[in-house]
């Protein structure tokens, strides 16, 4: 790879790990408060219902999955990135082929070849 690519892609990426971890803040932001705070007056009330304490739960489930997922984009795109570094970039993990470049501007912190993520997809 081209050195005006890999500075292309560390720029990609590097764009993509601030939006990531904007996005992590964010959610532990949302997160930061008990579920007593979160269900106000409704937890102090006569008049609770199952359904809100269930909107609250389902709510926090989903939002730590958000960031779990995120979590785990950001680890590959740090990866990503230190394979820059050492000259690596762009190689499968897997298999040691070359990652296709129109796989790479989909998704630059892809660390395997597309025959080796479906098999990996495949379980």
């Known amino acids: 790879m081209s050195p005006i690519d890999a500075e292309s892609f560390r720029q990609s990426l590097e764009q993509e790990r601030e939006r990531i971890v904007s996005q992590i803040a964010h959610l532990q932001e949302d997160n930061s408060k008990s579920m007593d705070d979160e269900l106000g007056e409704l937890n102090r009330g006569i008049d609770n219902h199952l359904g809100d304490m269930a909107t609250v739960t389902f709510e926090r489930e ?61 379980g």
């Open 62 to 122: 989903l939002d730590e999955g958000l960031e779990e997922g995120a979590q785990q984009t950001l680890a590959q795109i740090e990866r990503a990135i230190a394979k820059l570094d050492d000259g690596s970039y762009g190689m499968c993990e897997r298999c040691g082929k070359e990652i296709g470049e129109e796989r790479l501007r989909a998704r630059p912190w892809a660390l395997l070849c597309i025959d080796d993520q479906r098999l990996v997809d495949r």
